[in-house]
């Protein structure tokens, strides 16, 4: 058994609201478990509303109501100690971020200070971790840049000076030039340009393998998924359907609804006939009974409407959540 | 009015719209669209592509084709009419009937507090000369169309539907006027990724079935080669190489548009990028005089290509701005 | 209305509000009932302190001065309402005119706005009152005050419409074939009407400010009831000095209270009407 970095156990996270006398239970994080390995790219897909948002900012520890847990735990394990994020307290916890944890929001482009100049803005935080010179710093941080491909005079500019691009790419260097052991990245390319995507992308990719980190990337987009992770979990209505190295996904997935994600999606080399998912991704205030699938899923039987599919272990760490398998009647093979 | 059969649809010649931009006492002119010349058929009704990254120009494009802009120079003309000479009456009584825009954000297409029938009820009213039941059958026919009746859709608010229903509903209003054009700007963007496939398949059945032409706006060249007959492609107001979408986007010939098809993350592991691209060089935002724009970051770049502009040449059926094809 | 529903249940500063201005309408209502004609003098044993027979006793005039708040709450009431009417009426229309047509029509009433703008309105009110001094009625008070109050108004809704000009849904009335005045009305207004609102109440608090600023220096009508002349007469006849603070106590207060009142019923209302809360309670509910 590898020495996991992160293990999330039946987590289970709801918004709830009240608001103009009605109460709304949001169940963004339902029953989730995973566990990821230290040096891995480790990749959370799903679409809007699949509450994919919501489990980094559980996995992170960084919630507040209404967003609550109500269940299950999350434990990080760095140099063998097992941390539990969800009862360690705040001084703890904001010690471990940005030195061992690191966290690049969606949006990321609007983070910096836009009345500080982006060296000053990376000076107060490697100074707060690893006290040095100004000068230093500096230096650090432009040896650091050109690595993203950005030019020395950027330290010296101010956020609006810079294009979104550059931005993104400059939050992205913020949270990972102290080389932290665990990057929670959510939808980090998702604004940006596809030249531009690329070259962070290439960069991802090189701070796990010349630092080391292990990287958790969240997004919708399958391309940027089949470029990155290594393995990837596949998120719907809250709950993890399917998890598999990325190859497994792509070429022989076994849930329903990833079948149909990765068919519909359009490439640059052939334009054979593709269809979409038949119907819309259920509202998490009030989701479908049994498997939260079953009201869109071309082979929904009886059983699907109201049990709950349990995960089901596949080979090599495969593993995917729907009755068929379980079954043992692979009908979705056969259609 | 039927076309004459060698009329194009739509046609632009040599179009430019520049932005003047002041701050201060400084004023920067800024070229959106730059001498960009496309022409659509009017005999077979195509799904044309124009693709490019943001700042390219082509959302401009689009928005001078719908008349919401009008042109600095060149000539942008539909069924031979000059849009940018059309009075207001003219537009109503004409050209609405004739171009219909679908907008990027369906939420954003119909007012929060209106019921989103209302838009659809106005165009039947307008165009369709309906009234009372009549408007009804007409919502119900365009409606259907694009998959939806109007028992789902009456006394809805956009709140209330997902992105996918809103912008059916937002293509079904274009319908009701029976267009020989729609003007797609990015119309699947922010939709959810298994949404997506059915509508652009719904673009290609309205090209089949119903004769509307497409004029497809997108920054997606994967979405782009699935729905379009012909593209062109954008950089920085140029059109740099436009043609049929098999052989642009299959193989492309102008350096930008190898970049861009090599830059895309293909949603297949096999096909993963195996050799890291070097990033070109930041792009300077507003080019001095002369020279191509995509000369700084261009791997063939040749001395010429800094001080003079290519013309479009014609190769392989295709239009390809680049000297390396004179 | 249900609307009128939600707000008391919902809304704190709105019940406040209706508590207050429900007061003040009984106050107008009565005086529809008075026993004593608002310009008649000497009808009531002059400078009485409160008492069961005259609540808030008699001023100087010999007057009753409850009844005699009636009228002149109602007649506030008026003088604001007819300022407000005029003054926010042109300034909405002016503003959206000047908004979504743009271009000349915009550069020209742009400039016409400006210049009012720069007009001291006190002063100015104060000169014509004092030239027209004996002839001015509450009405023409009002119109008065409300031909001085739309300049300023004009330009946010004007802002405001330029904004909604550029919202996509202004396009897609467009592509539906409307006109420009239907595409205001039906597509923006509604956007202004919290804006208006609150608009209203602002510019029925200012209008209600000056009418007593100007009837306080003894330029309003002086004949007629109205809070600024109670406040004139009861100082004209030292009433402070006298030690007889019920005469002037009566209107100061009848002024805080209506100014309150209105306010926070405002600021409920708007809460309401926002958009941005109107939708969220569509979500919840949807």
């Given at each position: 058994?590898?020495?996991l970095?992160l293990?999330?156990?039946?987590?289970?996270?709801?918004?709830?609201t009240?608001?103009?006398?009605?109460r709304r239970t949001v169940?963004?994080?339902?029953?989730?478990?995973l566990?990821?390995r230290?040096g891995?790219?480790?990749g959370?897909?799903?679409?809007?509303g699949c509450g994919?948002?919501?489990?980094?900012?559980?996995?992170?520890g960084?919630?507040e109501?209404?967003?609550?847990?109500?269940?299950g735990?999350v434990?990080?394990t760095?140099?063998?100690?097992?941390?539990?994020?969800?009862?360690?307290d705040?001084?703890?916890?904001?010690?471990?971020r940005?030195?061992?944890?690191?966290?690049?929001?969606?949006g990321?482009?609007?983070?910096?200070?836009?009345?500080?100049r982006?060296?000053?803005?990376?000076?107060d935080?490697?100074?707060?971790h690893r006290p040095?010179?100004?000068?230093?710093s500096?230096?650090?941080?432009?040896?650091y840049?050109a690595?993203f491909?950005?030019?020395?005079?950027v330290?010296?500019?101010?956020?609006?000076?810079l294009?979104?691009?550059m931005?993104?790419?400059v939050?992205?260097?913020?949270?990972?030039?102290?080389?932290?052991r665990?990057?929670?990245?959510?939808?980090p390319?998702t604004a940006?340009?596809?030249?531009v995507?690329?070259g962070v992308?290439?960069?991802?990719?090189?701070i796990?393998?010349?630092?080391?980190?292990t990287?958790?990337?969240v997004?919708?987009d399958?391309?940027v998924?089949?470029?990155?992770?290594?393995r990837?979990?596949?998120?719907y209505?809250?709950r993890?359907?399917?998890?598999?190295?990325t190859?497994?996904?792509?070429k022989d997935?076994?849930h329903p609804?990833?079948r149909?994600?990765?068919a519909?999606?359009?490439t640059l080399?052939?334009r054979?006939?593709?269809e979409?998912?038949q119907?819309?991704?259920?509202?998490?205030?009030n989701?479908p009974s049994?498997?939260s699938?079953h009201?869109?899923?071309p082979y929904?039987?009886?059983?699907?409407?109201?049990?709950?599919p349990p995960?089901?272990?596949?080979?090599?760490?495969?593993?995917?959540a729907?009755?068929l398998?379980?079954?043992?009647?692979?009908?979705a093979a056969a259609? | 009015?039927?076309?004459r059969?060698?009329?194009p649809?739509l046609e632009?010649?040599?179009?430019?719209?520049?932005f003047t931009?002041?701050?201060?006492?400084a004023?920067t002119?800024?070229?959106?669209?730059d001498?960009?010349s496309i022409?659509?058929?009017?005999?077979t009704?195509t799904?044309?592509?124009?693709?490019?990254?943001s700042?390219s120009?082509?959302t401009?494009?689009a928005r001078?084709v719908?008349?919401l802009?009008?042109?600095?120079?060149?000539?942008?003309t539909?069924?031979?009419?000059e849009?940018?000479?059309?009075?207001?009456s003219?537009?109503r009584?004409?050209?609405f009937?004739?171009?219909?825009?679908v907008?990027?954000d369906?939420f954003?297409?119909f007012?929060p507090?209106?019921?989103v029938?209302t838009?659809?009820?106005?165009?039947?009213?307008?165009?369709r000369?309906?009234?009372?039941?009549?408007?009804d059958?007409?919502?119900?026919?365009?409606?259907?169309?694009?998959g939806l009746?109007?028992?789902e859709?009456?006394?809805?608010?956009?709140?209330e539907?997902?992105?996918?229903q809103?912008?059916r509903?937002?293509?079904?209003?274009a319908?009701?006027t029976?267009p020989s054009?729609?003007v797609a700007?990015?119309p699947?963007?922010?939709?959810?990724?298994?949404l997506?496939?059915?509508?652009?398949?719904?673009?290609?059945?309205?090209?089949?079935?119903?004769?509307?032409s497409?004029l497809?706006?997108?920054?997606?060249?994967a979405?782009?080669y699935y729905?379009?007959?012909?593209?062109a492609v954008?950089l920085?107001?140029?059109?740099?190489?436009?043609?049929?979408?098999?052989?642009?986007?299959?193989?492309?010939?102008?350096?930008?548009?190898?970049l861009?098809r090599?830059?895309?993350?293909?949603?297949d592991?096999?096909?993963?990028?195996t050799?890291?691209q070097?990033m070109?060089?930041?792009?300077i935002?507003?080019?001095?005089?002369?020279g191509c724009?995509?000369a700084?970051?261009c791997?063939a770049?040749m001395?010429?290509c800094h001080?003079?502009?290519?013309?479009?040449?014609?190769?392989?059926?295709r239009?390809?701005k680049?000297?390396?094809?004179? | 209305?249900?609307?009128?529903?939600d707000?008391?249940?919902?809304?704190p500063?709105?019940?406040?509000?209706?508590?207050?201005?429900?007061?003040?309408?009984?106050?107008?209502?009565?005086?529809?009932v008075?026993?004593?004609?608002?310009?008649?003098?000497?009808v009531?044993?002059?400078?009485?302190?409160p008492?069961?027979?005259h609540?808030?006793?008699?001023?100087?005039?010999?007057?009753d001065?409850?009844?005699?708040?009636?009228?002149a709450?109602r007649?506030?009431l008026?003088?604001?309402?007819?300022?407000?009417?005029?003054?926010?009426?042109?300034?909405?229309?002016?503003?959206?005119i000047?908004g979504?047509?743009?271009?000349?029509?915009?550069?020209?009433?742009?400039?016409l706005?400006?210049s009012?703008?720069v007009?001291?309105?006190?002063?100015l009110?104060?000169l014509?009152?004092?030239?027209l001094?004996?002839?001015?009625?509450?009405?023409?008070?009002?119109?008065?005050?409300?031909?001085?109050?739309w300049?300023?108004?004009s330009?946010?809704y004007r802002?405001?419409v330029?904004?909604?000009r550029e919202?996509?849904?202004?396009?897609t009335?467009?592509f539906?074939?409307?006109r420009?005045?239907?595409?205001?009305?039906?597509e923006?207004l509604?956007f202004?009407?919290?804006f208006l609102?609150?608009?209203?109440?602002?510019?029925?608090?200012?209008?209600?400010?000056?009418?007593?600023?100007?009837?306080?220096?003894?330029?309003g009508?002086m004949?007629?009831?109205?809070?600024?002349?109670?406040?004139?007469?009861g100082?004209?006849?030292?009433?402070?000095l006298?030690?007889?603070?019920?005469?002037?106590?009566?209107?100061v207060?009848a002024?805080?209270v209506?100014v309150?009142?209105?306010?926070?019923?405002?600021?409920?209302?708007?809460?309401?009407?926002?958009p941005?809360?109107?939708?969220a309670?569509?979500?919840?509910?949807?």
């Open positions: 058994m590898p020495e970095v293990q999330a156990r039946n987590l289970k996270a709801y918004y709830i009240e608001a103009f006398g009605v169940r963004a994080v339902e029953d989730i478990s566990a990821i230290p891995e790219i480790y959370i897909a799903g679409e809007s994919k948002s919501t489990l980094l900012k559980v996995l992170l960084a919630f109501p209404p967003l609550t847990v109500v269940g735990s434990q990080y760095f140099d063998g100690d097992d941390i539990d994020a969800l009862s360690i705040e001084a703890d916890l904001l010690a471990l940005w030195a061992k944890i690191s966290y690049v929001p969606q990321s482009m609007h983070v910096l200070n836009p009345v500080r982006i060296g000053a803005t990376f000076y935080f490697i100074n707060s040095m010179s100004k000068r230093a500096a230096g650090m941080v432009r040896d840049l690595h491909d950005l030019s020395p005079t330290v010296n500019a101010f956020p609006h000076q294009s979104g691009g931005r993104q790419r939050t992205i260097a913020l949270a990972t030039i102290l080389s932290p665990l990057v929670f990245a959510d939808e390319t940006l340009d596809v030249v995507q690329r992308m290439q960069q991802l990719k090189r796990r393998n010349e630092g080391g980190s990287l958790v990337l997004t919708h399958m391309g998924q089949a470029n990155l992770a290594d990837i979990a596949i998120l209505a809250g993890l359907v399917e998890e598999g190295d190859r497994t996904i792509f997935p076994k609804y990833t149909h994600l990765i519909s999606l359009p080399d052939e054979h006939a593709r979409s998912i119907g819309r991704p259920p509202a998490l205030d989701p049994g498997c699938f009201p869109r899923c929904a039987m009886d059983l699907c409407k109201h049990t709950v995960m089901v272990m596949l080979e090599n760490g495969h593993r995917a729907c009755h398998i379980t079954d043992g009647t692979d009908n259609a | 009015m039927p076309p059969p060698d009329e649809l632009t010649l040599d179009l430019t719209k520049v931009i002041r701050q201060g006492l004023v002119h800024f070229s959106a669209v001498g960009a022409a659509l058929r009017a005999d009704p799904i044309y592509a124009v693709a490019g990254e700042g120009g082509k401009t494009l001078m719908l008349g802009e009008t042109p600095t120079s060149g000539r942008l539909y069924k031979g009419r849009v940018a000479k059309l009075t207001p003219e537009k009584h004409w050209f009937r004739e171009v219909q825009p907008f990027q369906p954003a297409t007012s507090l209106k019921r029938e838009y659809l009820v106005e165009t039947a009213r307008n165009y000369d309906a009234r009372g039941a009549e408007i059958a007409c919502l119900d026919e365009a409606l259907g169309v694009v009746s109007l028992a859709v009456r006394g809805r608010y956009p709140n539907l997902s992105g996918g809103a912008q509903i937002s293509i079904a209003r319908l009701i029976k054009l729609i700007d990015e699947v963007s922010m939709l959810d990724a298994s997506r496939m059915s509508i652009l398949n719904l673009f290609k059945e309205l090209k089949d079935r119903q004769a509307v497409v497809y706006i997108t920054h997606d060249l979405t782009a729905t379009a007959d012909r593209i954008m920085r107001g140029w059109i740099v190489e436009a043609g049929p979408v098999e052989e642009v986007l299959g193989n492309p010939l102008h350096p930008y548009t190898r861009l090599e830059s895309v993350p293909q949603a592991p096999d096909k993963a990028w050799v890291d070097t070109p060089k930041p792009a935002r507003f080019p001095l005089a002369g724009k995509f700084a970051r791997p770049a001395d010429r001080r003079e502009v290519p013309a479009a040449y014609e190769v392989d059926g239009r390809v680049c000297f390396l094809y004179e | 209305m249900a609307t009128i529903r707000l008391l249940r919902y809304s500063a709105f019940r406040f509000g209706a508590i207050i201005l429900a007061a003040v309408l009984v106050l107008v209502a009565l005086s529809f008075s026993p004593f004609d608002p310009e008649a003098r000497r009531v044993p002059r400078n009485q302190s008492s069961w027979q609540l808030f006793g008699t001023n100087s005039q010999g007057q001065v409850f009844w005699m708040l009636t009228h709450v007649n506030s008026v003088v604001a309402g007819l300022a407000v009417l005029i003054g926010r009426g042109i300034g909405v229309l002016l503003g959206m000047s979504y047509l743009g271009g000349a029509w915009d550069r020209t009433l742009s400039a706005v400006d009012f703008i007009i001291p309105r006190l002063p009110l104060i014509v009152a004092a030239i001094r004996g002839e001015l009625t509450l009405v023409t008070l009002g119109i008065l005050i409300g031909l001085l109050d300049a300023i108004p330009k946010r802002s405001q330029l904004t909604l919202r996509e849904f202004t396009n009335a467009v539906s074939g409307s420009s005045f239907k595409i205001v009305m039906k923006h509604p202004l009407i919290p609102l609150a608009d209203l109440v602002s510019g029925f608090l200012f209008a209600i400010g000056l009418e007593i600023t100007l009837s306080v220096l003894g330029l009508d004949n007629a009831q109205s809070l600024g002349t109670m406040i004139y007469w100082n004209y006849y030292q009433s402070l006298a030690n007889r603070v019920w005469v002037l106590a009566a209107p207060a002024s805080i209506i309150i009142g209105f306010y926070f019923a405002s600021v409920g209302l708007t809460t309401y009407l926002d941005r809360t109107r939708l309670r569509i979500q919840v509910r949807g």
